[in-house]
């Protein structure tokens, strides 16, 4: 276990400080800060309307935060757009399943994956060791999530477990050196949430994952860091084992039993 005290600062992947967002007179998140470790998994808990899902816009840039500075890689990145925070390795998953439903597993993957290339992501008329080489990791990350049974079926045909892995697997094409998941375990049935958790925890072996999830059995299997917030505030974060026994948590989301 990684601990901020402990960690050398290049082992730092991602560096929020004081992070804070308004909306007139109303706090959605306030003065938030923590680290994010290398090879951690690092999960966000708290009631709806906590402030996690704000956090996550923030840290990716769909939203620009009132205060604070957000770091990646030792680069700050606080105001920079959302397309230039994945090309620097930010890569993330949505609440709601986001996929090209009328295209086939293989080819969203294929897309992402050619991506990587910015401005020649869809020059198809791009040199063939370069389709090449998109298809080759297409092949390795359906592999990697389990759809390589299903690269040739249309994705908006598959069940909703499926679609969150193909999602998973369209944020890895573009190699993130850390990876946000939003819920990725929402709506889904138990078989597929097993499959999830064993997912996160074969990722953590590679990249950083960072994830905000209700399903509580789930966070305290996977996750090496828990940060608990409440009212857009941190009540508390640490490992599982703390975070659990921690009086204010029980109290106030897990419930005194």
């Not at 800060?33 to 708290?46: E, L």
């Not at 890569?91 to 994956?113: C, D, H, K, M, Y």
């Not at 389990?146 to 998973?168: F, K, P, Y």
Request: hydrophobic share 40%; charged share 20%; proline share 4%.
């Amino acid at each position: 276990m990684t601990t901020e005290s402990s960690a050398a600062p290049r082992d730092v992947v991602l560096r929020v400080d004081g992070l804070s967002k308004r909306y007139g007179q109303f706090a959605a998140i306030k003065n938030v800060s923590f680290a994010v470790h290398k090879s951690t998994v690092h999960a966000f808990i708290g009631p709806n309307g906590a402030g996690k899902t704000t956090l996550f816009h923030c840290i990716t840039g769909i939203l620009r935060p009132t205060s604070g500075s957000i770091t990646l890689n030792g680069s700050e990145i606080t105001h920079l757009q959302a397309n230039l925070r994945s090309r620097m390795g930010l890569g993330r998953s949505f609440q709601i399943t986001s996929i090209f439903p009328a295209l086939s597993v293989f080819e969203n993957v294929r897309l992402a994956a050619q991506a990587r290339s910015w401005l020649r992501a869809f020059d198809f008329l791009s040199d063939v060791s370069r389709l090449h080489k998109s298809s080759s990791k297409t092949e390795e990350l359906l592999v990697k999530l389990n759809l390589q049974g299903s690269s040739g079926d249309i994705a908006g045909t598959l069940s909703h477990g499926q679609q969150r892995r193909l999602e998973v697997a369209m944020a890895l094409a573009g190699d993130p050196s850390i990876l946000l998941l939003d819920e990725p375990t929402a709506g889904m049935g138990v078989d597929d949430i097993e499959h999830m958790a064993q997912l996160i925890r074969s990722l953590a072996a590679e990249i950083t994952v960072v994830l905000v999830e209700h399903n509580i059995p789930l966070i305290l299997s996977v996750s090496d860091v828990v940060t608990v917030m409440n009212y857009g505030e941190v009540l508390t974060q640490g490992p599982p084992s703390m975070v659990t026994a921690d009086e204010k948590v029980r109290e106030r989301y897990l419930g005194a039993a």
